[in-house]
């Protein structure tokens, strides 16, 4: 069946430190990939996407780029904010209508 | 900015009692929806729900489980008889009728329950 791997946490960074959370999947067709965040006390946000292979998703200084040759999606930024302290899910669908499936999640903290 | 309300934030109940889950999804959208993270484990779905009736359901959504809409606004998830290994957080999502459903996903701040 279809699943996801990202990498284990916590992660702790200084600020403006470059972020790298690794996320792979495996599925049997061409799945759309995401990256969600959970900041304390809220609730899961789309944070970025990506359709298709070699489609970036950017947003708020977070990228990713969906590799089909290595089945991965891992997320990057240059430099990170305390602001960006949270848990980031990557996840897949299948199709438009099937549910999404996720990862573990990953704790990241920055320090000031 | 409309959001997903789940309450309580925290539920602490006994093992073998009823609890009842509680979700206001957005108000225009017609697909609702349960998850759950188990400590340590990956975010797993347990069912959508659209029209009044369950229009998908996981293997862990078992006889135990149940959800409702019983008004206009409230999307509940029931689980009769508590275990241990209910405990989780659970996660209530809501989308629109239109499009991708799933790449639309508005997620409440999940309700945390402790079963003891």
């Known amino acids: 069946g279809n699943s996801v791997t990202q990498m284990e946490g916590p992660v702790t960074l200084s600020e403006e430190a470059f972020l790298t959370i690794n996320c792979t999947y495996t599925?049997?067709?061409?799945?759309?990939l995401f990256w969600y965040v959970q900041y304390p006390g809220e609730g899961l946000q789309l944070l970025l996407k990506?359709?298709?292979?070699?489609d970036k998703g950017s947003n708020k200084g977070f990228e990713a780029t969906y590799r089909k040759e290595t089945t991965s999606f891992h997320l990057e930024k240059g430099s990170v904010q305390v602001s960006d302290s949270a848990v980031y899910f990557c996840?897949?669908?299948?199709?438009?209508?099937?549910?999404?499936?996720f990862g573990k999640g990953t704790r990241l903290s920055v320090i000031a | 900015e409309p959001e997903v309300t789940q309450t309580p934030s925290h539920q602490v109940t006994q093992m073998g009692q009823e609890v009842i889950l509680r979700c206001v999804p957005i108000s225009n959208h017609l697909y609702f929806y349960w998850y759950r993270q188990i400590l340590g484990q990956k975010v797993e779905f347990l069912v959508s729900f659209y029209n009044n009736e369950i229009s998908e359901k996981s293997e862990i959504f078992d006889d135990q489980f149940s959800v409702e809409r019983p008004d206009g606004s409230n999307f509940t998830l029931k689980i009769r008889s508590t275990k241990l290994e209910d405990s989780a957080m659970y996660f209530c999502?809501?989308?629109?009728?239109?499009?991708?459903?799933?790449?639309?996903?508005?997620f409440g701040s999940g309700t945390q329950l402790s079963v003891l």
């Open positions: 599925a049997t067709g061409y799945p759309s």
């Open positions: 990506a359709t298709k292979a070699d």
């Open positions: 996840a897949l669908i299948e199709s438009g209508n099937t549910p999404l499936v």
């Open positions: 999502a809501s989308s629109p009728g239109t499009g991708s459903r799933s790449e639309k996903l508005f």
